[in-house]
Structure formats: C-alpha cells, structure tokens
C-alpha cells in the first residue's frame, strides 16, 4: 500500500496551501509546457492519475474531453475534487501501485507529479497501456531524477561561491525520505535512463521529452524561479501506446 | 569549422595516453553497456562517426560487419587508424557539423563522444537519417548533459561533507570552454529533454536511454569509478531511423 500521504492532516493542511493547490493549473510553473504536449481535448476519454484536487480533470472537460476519470489515493483530496466538478467527471479512490483499469478504455493517460511516489513503475505502465487504445497519448510530469536523487536536498555553494544543486547518489535507485510540507515523506529515485527505458519496454513511442526550464516572464513573475534555470526540477514525458 | 582539437599536439599527445586509447574499447568503462545496445553486426553496413583511432570501427569488421566507414576530424588520428585496420575499413576525413553521406547507405551509425563538439544536432541528424535505411539503427554515447554543464567542472562537497557534483547552468545550453587535457577546449551543452526530443523530431525512434553507472566489479578493478555513482558521467541512446 502506498502511503496515504495526502491524508495525514498536517500535509493535507500545508499541501492546500500551495500556489498550485490554490491557483490550480496556472499556479503551477510547469504547466504551459505540459499543456503544449497534450493533444487536442475534443472528444477524448482521459484517465488522470493522482487526480488530486482534479484540476486537470475540470480542465479537460472544459477542453472538450467526453468523460475524465479522476484517480487518486486521498479520500480528502476527492471529496474537494467532487464538489467542485461537473457530472462529466468521475472520480475513483485507487492506489496507483495496484490500479486496475478496464482494457482499451481510453485515448489519453494523464498524470501529474505521481510517478515518483510509486515503488515499481512497471505495474502501472502495463495497466496505463492496456487501458489505452493503441496509439492513445500518456502524457506525465514527476520530479526529475536529478532533482529527486541527491542525499542533501537543498542549494548549495560551488568552491567559487556560485549558487549549484549538489547532486550526489545519482546512480543508487532506491527510497528518498524527505521533509517535505511534514516530515517522512517516501519517494523513490529512479534515474531518467530507467524511467525511459521502462516506458519504452512497456511498449511506448516516446513523442517527446522535456525537463521544465522557466521562462522570462515566469521569473519576472516569480523571481525565485530563477534558480530552476540551474537544475532540471521536472521531468516531462510524452509518449504513445504502440499498436 | 569544428576545431580541429585533435590535432593540436598537446592534445593528441595527451590523448595518445588515456586508457581508451591505449587499451581500446575495453579500456572504455561505458563499453560494456554500450556493446549491449548495439544490434549484432554480421553483415552490417556501418558508420562510425567520431572514429578516431578506429577501435570500434575495427571490433565491427572483427564482429562481422561487411563494411564499416570511420569518419573523424584529426588527420592524426585517421592516419593512426589506417595503418591498423583491414581493408574492409574505410576512413575519411570529413567535420561532422558538415557531413554528407549517401542515402539509405548504412545499417548501423554509431557515435563514441562525439556529438558534444558539435554546436548544432540538427544537421549530423539529418545526414545520419538519409544515410541510413528505414529501421536501421543509430547508437551513441556522450557527455552526459548534468556532467556537460555546470561552472565548476570538478568534485565539491555537500554542507555534511559529502562528496557531490556541484551541478548549476542546466538550462543554459551553450559552448562550454574548459580544460581537459589542453586548455581551451570547446564543448556544447543541451538538456537531456533537448538531445532527446531533437532525436525524436530527426525521425529516429528511442530504443534505449542509458547512463553509464560502473558496476561493482569495474569499481574493484578501477576504485576511481566508484565516484561515478554519484553523477551520469555519459548519455548511451540507441533509437532506429524511422521507416
């Protein structure tokens, strides 16, 4: 069973607080560039993994989707997902690590800063693949590996007093407990080699990947963004199921 | 004009000395895993672009290739490379950044640390895409982008002491001037997201993302590549050229 994170009250608390939990999407720096891999909405049958609040989910049907299936852990976070969206939407109480999702179900897999919360990806890619049609888009964020793997997770000096991310434990794939919004939080560092690797055996086309980088507006916006252009935060993949 | 690094004596001669170029591919650490992504080379059509002193062009004829045409820069190293190989290899001086090959020629295109010195992918992609035939492969190494980019190329340590690579720069993908084995040496930096994605957008499909990690029994022969856990040193990628 994958930690009921979202459901621990001091998270739930602080995690509600955030700009991306308060603004939705727009509060979420990475989202234009996640927007622009998506295909078009109109029609779609969208499954949203880590559905959360289900911003992405309303958004989708807004775009045009046909249904959205919101997915997600927190009783606490679907109950808020619910009330604020329309009947188009249905939301399911499901753990990722051993979701099952019915076959050729879909025409597009969504799934917003999750991944890195699962043990094994491979159970999930095998479920995301049958539940799409062939040909049918997967479209992820999660934390970037560089991001997810060093043993101190915070920004450090270079020798010459520069600002740097200091990256260490790259290559050792395994659990990360952090104190992150309340403490003990688990996720789990795998490299990007393997992620793509991973998908690619689970039989996907990779269509394109990209690791959030901020604009110049956005740092105009939010000046402490700037220190995203020195390390790879998020880790954006899109991808299609092989026929 | 690439520069012509290769040829700077100080260079060539420093060159001359590292393992690789002593002891060949088995001198490389990342050629195991590299070996791996290869497809088996009986009567394989090859190119191998960056040859230098022709060791991988040389494994592919050994391995049964029926052909292999090794391009590099250096007059130098070429020379090096004729005088040990059979005829079945055969050796142009040619720049990368302005290569032309003829169409649906190859099988295989293979690249060991090269790409880093081209200041654009976009044209060698091209070129590699004519040249090979529908579903043929292209199998690279290079400097891994999180080894590629930072100010401070060279080991630090985290507040607790650790060692760790002092990444910063990640976003800003351009020339990096550093010393390594000569002063002034050019390189070019792009993200993980950018090499990929421009392989995709080239027509090539990803089989396979790697980054070199040494494994235990490297790191007992070599103790020094224990370090290289802690970071991606290289990027592996084998993908095929879209039918």
Redesign the interface.
Same mark, same amino acid.
């Given at each position: 069973m994958t930690q009921p994170l979202y459901d621990r009250p001091e998270f739930f608390a602080a995690y509600s607080t955030l700009r991306r939990s308060v603004e939705g999407l727009d509060g979420a720096p990475e989202w234009p560039t996640l927007r622009a891999m998506l295909p078009p909405m109109r029609g779609l049958r969208v499954v949203d993994l880590g559905c959360g609040f289900g911003w992405f989910s309303r958004w989708a049907v807004e775009q045009g989707a046909a249904s959205v299936l919101g997915i997600d852990l927190s009783e606490q976070m679907l109950q808020r997902a619910r009330a604020a969206s329309p009947a188009t939407v249905t939301y399911q109480q499901a753990d990722l690590a051993t979701l099952s999702l019915p076959a050729q179900a879909f025409d597009l897999a969504y799934s917003s800063l999750a991944l890195h919360y699962l043990p094994d990806l491979v159970p999930l890619l095998a479920t995301v693949h049958q539940a799409l049609t062939p040909g049918a888009h997967f479209v992820f964020s999660m934390e970037h590996p &560089?991001y997810a793997a060093?043993?101190?997770q915070?920004w450090?000096?270079?020798?010459?007093g520069?600002?740097?991310?200091?990256?260490?434990?790259?290559?050792?794939e395994s659990v990360r407990r952090r104190t992150w919004l309340a403490p003990d939080v688990v996720k789990y560092h795998r490299?990007?080699?393997t992620i793509?690797?991973t998908l &690619?055996r689970a039989g996907f086309?990779?269509?394109?990947?990209?690791?959030f980088?901020p604009n110049p507006a956005q740092i105009v916006e939010r000046p402490e963004l700037d220190r995203?252009?020195?390390?790879?935060m998020f880790l954006?993949v899109a991808c299609t199921r092989n026929s």
């Open positions: &560089i060093p043993s101190h915070g450090s000096a270079t020798p010459e520069r600002r740097c991310w200091p990256l260490d434990g790259y290559h050792d490299t990007v080699g793509l690797t &690619i086309t990779l269509a394109q990947v990209d690791e980088s995203e252009l020195d390390r790879p954006l």
